[in-house]
């Protein structure tokens, strides 16, 4: 990974990488986890939003609602459930945006170095294995909204 990028090719994807892409002109990272077979879990405020409120706020400030259009992606096709958590196609989460890896055990000087936070820590990873069993049972049990 680079100091400036820590941009990934989608062939050097493996289940259980820890993944984001910018939003809203780089405004914040929306991250997930890569779970194989071209498809990512990831966290939303539920209806397919990624950001907002939660109050009446939302009808005035931009969401990011790139999760559903008012067609389905063929490559999805699961429906979105409220429950803050989905599956879906790494392009659905892309949103035509690149993709980036998230870098655990990043070393001190590279980890202040970088210009924006979000991208990397000084923390270890854990195993993949534990990650999608975590990223799976949110899927399956619900996070509620955040």
């Known amino acids: 990974m680079g100091l400036f990028s820590n941009r ?14 910018w939003r809203v002109a780089y405004a914040y990272a929306h991250h997930g986890i890569y779970v194989g077979d071209n498809k990512v879990i990831h966290f939303t405020r539920g209806h397919g939003e990624e950001v907002g409120t939660g ?14 259009s ?18 879906t ?10 993709l980036y890896y998230f870098q655990y ?4 000087a590279t980890f202040l170095a970088k210009a924006r936070g979000g991208t990397c820590t000084l ?12 990223a799976r049972y949110l899927l399956e049990n619900g996070f509620g909204c955040y």
Request: with cysteine; charged share 20%.
């Open 123 to 134: 923390a270890l990873a854990d195993p993949p294995e534990a990650v999608l069993h975590r």
């Open 89 to 98: 196609c790494l392009d659905c989460f892309l949103s035509g945006g690149p």
């Open 55 to 68: 109050t009446f706020l939302d009808h005035f400030i931009s969401s990011s609602k790139s999760l559903r």
């Open 8 to 21: 990934i090719d989608r062939k050097d994807l493996k289940p259980g990488d820890h993944i984001y892409s």
């Open 105 to 108: 055990g990043e070393n001190a």
């Open 70 to 87: 008012a067609t389905t992606c063929g490559n999805c096709g699961l429906g979105d459930d409220g429950n803050g958590v989905v599956l």
